[in-house]
């Protein structure tokens, strides 16, 4: 994956034009037969087409309008939203500190989200994790982003948002790799402390924690974490770039796959026996 803003902007702008560009065809006109039928000069359906230039949302509106494909316009709307915003660079963020690399996860977004769903392969998610943790973490990454060291203010503010785990009308559904339980950042005292935060947070009425087992029989692999807030908005994050899903044919994607996961994961007992077994390894 590209992870370049700028160039994921325009491919995903080529893409577009694309879907456009078949709406049109499917349609049985032509550039200059839309170019006409929407007030437009033939030249900016052409430019459209093929990324030159990016459409307005009037301008999907009447395409779609002419094209009878109006079921498509929120699909074509939510794409464009995130022609130039779907990559958020880590490194351009950071260049204050760490505290300002947040990506989706804005105190106005925790507010508006009812319904968190989330999947971790290898790391316990920020909401779950203990100070000493998310500090080894955190510390490894502004080493590798080369960003002023401000690991105390960047915990501190994922702590400070880790209060609405316990604000009324949130659920946090969450489904971790086995994996995740034995992936070390800090030493053997941090791993233990982290490990039994998950056991104290299992007992909450509003979160549903399930661990898919190692060496099980599973549907489906996804290729990186991801949390879905509501139906609205997808983010993952590569060691570069936080992508935002907005488009909703591409977040109910993601709301399948997480289906799948959680199809393969342990709830309850059975789950808790898994971070148990993680913990006692942590003596040997």
């Given at each position: 994956?590209?992870?370049?803003?700028?160039?994921?902007?325009?491919?995903?702008?080529?893409?577009?034009?694309?879907?456009?560009?078949?709406?049109?065809?499917?349609?049985g006109l032509s550039a200059r037969q839309l170019?006409?039928?929407?007030?437009?000069?033939?030249?900016?359906?052409?430019?459209?087409?093929?990324?030159?230039?990016?459409?307005?949302?009037?301008?999907?509106?009447?395409?779609?309008?002419?094209?009878?494909?109006?079921?498509?316009?929120?699909?074509?709307?939510?794409?464009?939203?995130?022609?130039?915003?779907?990559?958020?660079?880590?490194?351009?963020?950071?260049?204050?500190?760490?505290?300002?690399?947040?990506?989706?996860?804005?105190?106005?977004?925790?507010?508006?989200?009812?319904?968190?769903?989330?999947?971790?392969?290898?790391?316990?998610?920020?909401?779950?994790?203990?100070?000493?943790?998310?500090?080894?973490?955190?510390?490894?990454?502004?080493?590798?982003?080369?960003?002023?060291?401000?690991?105390?203010?960047?915990?501190?503010?994922?702590?400070?948002?880790?209060?609405?785990?316990?604000?009324?009308?949130?659920?946090?559904?969450?489904?971790?790799?086995?994996?995740?339980?034995?992936?070390?950042?800090?030493?053997?005292?941090?791993?233990?402390?982290?490990?039994?935060?998950?056991?104290?947070?299992?007992?909450?009425?509003?979160?549903?924690?399930?661990?898919?087992?190692?060496?099980?029989?599973?549907?489906?692999?996804?290729?990186?974490?991801?949390?879905?807030?509501?139906?609205?908005?997808?983010?993952?994050?590569?060691?570069?770039?936080?992508?935002?899903?907005?488009?909703?044919?591409?977040?109910?994607?993601?709301?399948?796959?997480?289906?799948?996961?959680?199809?393969?994961?342990?709830?309850?007992?059975?789950?808790?026996?898994?971070?148990?077994?993680?913990?006692?390894?942590?003596?040997?």
């Open positions: 994956m590209n992870t370049s803003p700028s160039s994921s902007a325009q491919a995903a702008r080529r893409a577009l034009g694309e879907r456009l560009r078949e709406l049109r065809m499917d349609a170019a006409a039928a929407t007030d437009q000069h033939y030249t900016r359906i052409s430019k459209i087409e093929n990324g030159v230039q990016a459409p307005t949302d009037e301008d999907l509106r009447g395409w779609c309008r002419v094209c009878h494909a109006e079921d498509q316009v929120a699909d074509l709307v939510a794409t464009l939203r995130t022609v130039d915003s779907a990559y958020l660079e880590f490194r351009r963020q950071s260049r204050a500190g760490l505290k300002r690399v947040v990506g989706a996860h804005t105190p106005q977004r925790y507010e508006q989200t009812n319904v968190f769903r989330i999947y971790e392969h290898n790391v316990i998610p920020g909401l779950f994790q203990t100070p000493e943790y998310a500090a080894a973490m955190l510390a490894f990454w502004i080493r590798f982003l080369d960003t002023p060291n401000d690991v105390d203010d960047a915990v501190a503010v994922r702590m400070q948002r880790q209060r609405i785990l316990r604000r009324g009308g949130k659920r946090f559904v969450a489904v971790l790799e086995e994996q995740a339980l034995r992936t070390w950042f800090g030493d053997a005292r941090v791993q233990a402390g982290q490990l039994g935060r998950l056991l104290e947070l299992m007992s909450m009425p509003n979160i549903s924690l399930g661990i898919i087992p190692l060496m099980t029989e599973r549907e489906a692999v996804a290729s990186a974490g991801f949390w879905i807030f509501d139906d609205d908005l997808v983010a993952l994050e590569t060691p570069t770039a936080s992508i935002h899903v907005t488009q909703p044919a591409e977040c109910r994607l993601y709301a399948r796959m997480f289906e799948a996961l959680k199809s393969a994961a342990v709830y309850g007992p059975q789950a808790r026996r898994i971070i148990l077994a993680a913990l006692s390894e942590l003596d040997r």
